[in-house]
């Protein structure tokens, strides 16, 4: 079972960007990966995916702000985060987007003025 760790999150103003990353333990190429988040008192929610071939798909709240990426070579699988929001504040994780297993530990993102 392949297993998650994610950096990369930090506190940021309004507007500002952040780029995530989430190793993974083993590979993932031919799997369809998935960015998380769950906001406080919320339920988790996937907010991008990258199929194998490199397909993404994005909810409209973080479409065009949003890009997800993967490096096969190196197990990991990156979100690009441009013109943060407050409503983007949230513990953000990574995993296979379907029937995730084990989770990590997540990253913390605060945007904030």
């Known amino acids: 079972q392949v297993q998650f760790v994610e950096s990369g999150g930090g506190l940021v103003q309004p507007g500002e960007s952040l780029r995530l990353s989430c190793a993974a333990s083993g590979s993932v190429s031919n799997r369809t990966m998935a960015w998380y988040r769950q906001a406080p008192g919320k339920q988790r929610e996937a907010i991008a995916r990258l199929g194998p071939g490199q397909r993404t798909a994005y909810p409209e709240s973080v479409r065009g702000r949003f890009t997800i990426s993967r490096d096969n070579t190196k197990n990991t699988v990156y979100l690009e985060m441009n013109n943060l929001k407050p409503e983007d504040t949230a513990v953000y994780y990574c995993?296979?987007?379907?029937?995730?297993?084990?989770w990590g530990q997540g990253t913390q993102v605060t945007v904030s003025s």
């Open positions: 995993n296979v987007l379907y029937n995730p297993q084990s």
